[in-house]
């Protein structure tokens, strides 16, 4: 099946600096990717959706100028964490779909699990 | 608002014992539904889903789940349980086409299977 890959799968920050999270789709193009956030003992929440050569999408209550998403090619998006705070501490997932549009299926990266200090 | 439960936090069995994994949504119309497995350190891989059709539906590893209109239930079903089972599972849902959310999944708070040989 189709692989995406996140970088890097962990990392421990200073609070108040950035955080850069990769995202890549390595054997599919993918036009539509998703950022989600799990913290322990619970469920994912998306965070935003981030469609190629356009502006993401974010759901309620998650900050844009916080969470900075980026996606330039069809095979790779970034999602920024912004002067992280110890609140900001998580497990960031992220999803891709194909290019053939289809509902069938989201494939999901290993996680990065980000903690601020 | 779309909102899926799983009841179970955690649930133990013993391996060839048979399991099932329950799932309720809470949605005006026929969501997709989906069945997902996260085992530590990979991302999350799809067991089966539900568009229409058939209500009862086979996945990979073994695993089937029963979509039940009357009940807006999604239960995860298998006969005959490995070791190898032991993850956490996830149920989830997306709204059709035809609303707003294509493509966004709402996930349940997961279900941790613990097997005991």
């Known amino acids: 099946g189709a692989v995406v890959s996140q970088h890097p799968s962990w990392v421990i920050c200073k609070s108040g600096t950035s955080v850069k999270i990769e995202c890549r789709s390595l054997?599919?193009?993918?036009?539509?990717m998703f950022w989600y956030r799990q913290f322990p003992k619970q469920s994912l929440m998306l965070m935003a959706t981030?469609?190629?050569?356009?502006?993401?999408?974010?759901e309620q209550g998650v900050e844009k100028d916080k969470f900075l998403i980026n996606h330039a090619s069809l095979t790779l998006s970034t999602l920024t964490v912004t002067s992280a705070h110890p609140e900001d501490s998580s497990f960031y997932i992220c999803?891709?779909?194909?290019?053939?549009?289809?509902?069938?299926?989201?494939?999901f990266g290993p996680g990065t699990r980000l903690t601020v200090l | 608002a779309q909102s899926v439960t799983q009841p179970d936090i955690h649930i133990t069995v013993s391996e060839g014992a048979s399991l099932e994994l329950r799932c309720n949504y809470s949605?005006?119309?026929?969501?997709?539904l989906f069945w997902y497995v996260q085992s530590p350190g990979q991302g999350l891989q799809l067991l089966l889903k539900?568009?229409?059709?058939?209500?009862l539906v086979q996945g990979i590893k073994g695993f089937e789940a029963e979509f039940k209109r009357s009940q807006s239930s999604f239960n995860l079903r298998k006969p005959s349980v490995h070791w190898s089972d032991a993850a956490e599972y996830f149920c989830?849902?997306?709204?059709?086409?035809?609303?707003?959310?294509?493509?966004?999944?709402?996930f349940g708070q997961g279900t941790i299977l613990t097997v005991h040989p």
């Open positions: 999803s891709a779909e194909g290019t053939s549009g289809s509902l069938d299926e989201q494939f």
């Open positions: 054997d599919f193009q993918a036009t539509t």
């Open positions: 981030s469609n190629e050569g356009s502006k993401a999408t974010y």
């Open positions: 949605y005006g119309a026929t969501p997709y």
């Open positions: 539900y568009f229409s059709g058939d209500t």
């Open positions: 989830a849902v997306e709204l059709d086409a035809g609303g707003t959310s294509y493509g966004k999944l709402t």
